[in-house]
């Protein structure tokens, strides 16, 4: 039930962090505020394929 998903970041692009998420319960594109280790900051990550 659960899909992996890998997110990238919002800036520079890198994806940096996977994940599992319910597709049934959130079917839009998940965001999440997270730290990017290129950019050295806490920037947005999106949902990536």
Do not use: S, V, W
């Amino acid at each position: 039930m659960r899909d992996l998903i890998t997110l990238a970041c919002g800036e520079c692009k890198q994806r940096n962090y996977t994940t599992t998420k319910n597709k049934r319960t959130t079917p839009d594109k998940l965001q999440i505020k997270k730290y990017c280790r290129f950019c050295r900051t806490h920037t947005l990550h999106k949902e990536t394929k």
